[in-house]
């Protein structure tokens, strides 16, 4: 198999993969939160511009590399010969929640737009509520990867 060169890395691409997932999961817990403070500012405030600075870096230069790298590296490690059992029911609960990361990422990239644009048609209420979705997706992804409940 051409991925069995990969084999002996296991361990380090799965280090990776997890270093990467934290980060990426650590921005998008705060990018809501940060859309959450900024609907208290008014637009056009030199606060407002603050918030929008901090997003965009948030985004740029954190949320984006690793989700890049999580996908890179868990990519790899599907990769392995006999590393997930694709008759299992976690694999495509998991594949699918990773699907649905993948669009809230996009849906919070959009939002930021918006918020740059000083465009933001969502409440501090919504951004609330929003901030939860990253939290209950990763609980799902991990058990699914750990537990394998089925």
């Given at each position: 198999m051409m991925f069995a060169v990969i084999v002996p890395y296991y361990l380090w691409l799965k280090a990776f993969h997890i270093i990467a997932m934290i980060a990426w999961m650590a921005g998008q817990f705060y990018l809501p939160r940060l859309f959450v403070y900024h609907c208290q500012a008014k637009v056009g405030s030199?606060?407002?511009?603050?918030?929008?600075?901090?997003?965009h870096k948030l985004q740029r230069v954190i949320i984006n590399p690793?989700?890049?790298f999580t996908l890179l590296f868990g990519i790899l490690l599907v990769c392995i010969p006999g590393i997930v059992d694709f008759h299992s029911i976690w694999w495509p609960v998991k594949f699918i929640s990773v699907l649905l990361l993948l669009g809230f990422h996009g849906a919070c990239s959009r939002w930021r737009k918006q918020f740059f644009k000083d465009q933001?048609?969502?409440?501090?209420?919504?951004?609330?509520?929003m901030n939860e979705i990253p939290t209950i997706l990763m609980i799902i992804i991990v058990i699914m990867v750990v537990v394998k409940p089925f």
């Open positions: 030199e606060e407002s511009e603050r918030f929008k600075t901090m997003e690793a989700m890049i933001n048609k969502h409440s501090e209420k919504f951004y609330r509520y």
